[in-house]
Every structure is written in structure tokens, then in C-alpha cells.
């Protein structure tokens, strides 16, 4: 009789086992996806956020001028001269003026390969 409740013993014991083990899987698992999901994300509203976005140069800049960027016409400098209705890139927000950049392709930049 000892033998069958040693035996009950070792299962019973394996058995809360692994239930410890998948409830600690479970909240160290749990843990992690909510520590990634708390990270900082990229600013996607405000001024923040227009950094990378792309707008329209109402008239040349040189290197001052206005953009047309989200529906808003900004006040803008350009890193380099920019013809009017050319795309620009915001690079950086300063106050209510943006530093842009020229968007169009650069004139030797190889176009994308043909696929056969």
C-alpha cells in the first residue's frame, strides 16, 4: 500500500510542477509584452511628428520660403535652393519654422532594376 501512495506522491508532485512552471511561463511571457508595448514610439502627432513627411515648396527657396506640409502652409528653410512646386522632406522643426530638404531624386540615381 505504501508503494501506490508514493507513486500518487511523485505524480501529484509532477503534476503541480508543471502548473508552476506554465503560470510562470504565462506571466514572465505576459511581462514582456508589456514591456514592449510601453516603449517610447515615434512622435506621431504635433510638430514631432512631421519630421520624415512630405510636403510641396509653394514658391523656389533660397533658402527661405513656404512649404505646403499636412494641409498648413509653414514657414520653411531649405538646406539647399529649391525650385517652387518641388517635394520636400521635414528634416527638423524649429519653433513654427521647418528645415527641409529637396525630395526629388537625385539626377544620377539609378532607377529601379527591371524584373524579367
Known amino acids: 500500500m505504501r508503494l501506490l501512495f508514493d507513486g500518487l506522491f511523485v505524480v501529484g508532485a509532477v503534476l503541480t510542477l508543471a502548473v508552476v ?4 511561463a504565462s506571466l514572465i511571457r505576459f511581462q514582456r509584452a508589456m514591456a514592449a508595448h510601453a516603449r517610447p514610439k515615434k512622435a506621431v502627432s504635433g510638430v514631432e511628428g512631421m519630421v520624415g ?4 515648396a509653394v514658391a523656389p527657396l533660397e533658402p527661405e520660403g513656404k512649404v505646403f506640409v499636412h494641409g498648413e502652409y509653414w514657414d520653411a528653410v531649405a538646406r539647399s535652393s529649391v525650385p517652387g512646386g518641388a517635394p520636400v522632406r521635414v528634416v527638423k522643426v524649429s519653433g513654427g519654422r521647418l ?4 525630395a526629388r531624386p537625385a539626377p544620377n540615381a539609378p532607377s529601379a532594376p527591371l524584373m524579367h
Open 21 to 24: 512552471w506554465t503560470l510562470l
Open 53 to 56: 513627411e512630405l510636403g510641396q
Open 99 to 102: 528645415e527641409v530638404e529637396d
